[in-house]
T-cell receptor, first 111, second 113 residues
Framework: QKEVEQNSGPLSVPEGAIASLNCTYS??????FFWYRQYSGKSPELIMF????GDKEDGRFTAQLNKASQYVSLLIRDSQPSDSATYLC???????????FGKGTKLSVKP | EPEVTQTPSHQVTQMGQEVILRCVPI?????FYWYRQILGQKVEFLVS????????KSEIFDDQFSVERPDGSNFTLKIRSTKLEDSAMYFC???????????FGPGTRLTVT
């Protein structure tokens, strides 16, 4: 079983719609979860982090965590063409904080 | 806003040569990391560094790799004898704590010919 799994996409949504990105992880002891955005040829950019069960909102972004189901998601409201990128889910593994990444979901927002 | 910086942005080297990739982490951060991303693949952890020593390393981080914090600001990754399969983007990241958010630098694209 892969440690962090994401649908590779591409996920295509119209401008203004809600984009829903999903991620599952295998280590039940994981405590910290992150969403990064990566534009082609660029480095991962942190957009959300969540440590507790439930929802966390930051502007147009909402992260949702369900530790019992080992599931974390990212909702992007009012999607814009500039949101078109690959979204990486990452989970901390180990005692020194090293991140384990999923392969990422490619999001395309159509004008 | 503080950011992680990396130099050079692109490094081309011949197989068997040594390369040093440089990073300047965010100034008040205590944990430093190197990751790599082979084209079209996922980001992979290489090594973490805290309190002037390696904290954890992955299977990828074999004897040809080393890290160093030569002064109070720089953090370097050395590859002693590069192989074709070392061609990748190498990202440096830093964080305030071991479970805290990590901020990535812009990366160094390493091309081994």
């Amino acid at each position: 079983q892969k440690e962090v799994e994401q649908n590779s996409g591409p996920l295509s949504v119209p401008e203004g719609a809600i984009a829903s990105l999903n991620c599952t992880y295998s280590d039940r002891g994981s405590q910290s979860f992150f969403w990064y955005r990566q534009y082609s040829g660029k480095s991962p950019e942190l957009i959300m982090f969540i440590y507790s069960n439930g929802d966390k909102e930051d502007g147009r972004f909402t992260a949702q965590l369900n530790k019992a189901s080992q599931y974390v998601s990212l909702l992007i409201r009012d999607s814009q063409p500039s949101d078109s990128a690959t979204y990486l889910c990452a989970v901390i593994k180990g005692s020194q904080g090293n991140l384990i990444f999923g392969k990422g979901t490619k999001l395309s927002v159509k004008p | 806003e503080p950011e992680v910086t990396q130099t050079p942005s692109h490094q081309v080297t011949q197989m068997g040569q040594e390369v040093i990739l440089r990073c300047v982490p965010i100034s008040n951060h205590l944990y430093f990391y190197w990751y790599r991303q082979i084209l079209g693949q996922k980001v992979e952890f290489l090594v973490s560094f805290y309190n002037n020593e390696i904290s954890e390393k992955s299977e990828i981080f074999d004897d040809q790799f080393s890290v160093e914090r030569p002064d109070g600001s720089n953090f370097t990754l050395k590859i002693r004898s590069t192989k074709l399969e070392d061609s990748a983007m190498y990202f440096c990241a830093s964080s305030e704590g071991d479970s805290y958010e990590q901020y990535f630098g812009p990366g160094t694209r390493l091309t081994v010919t």
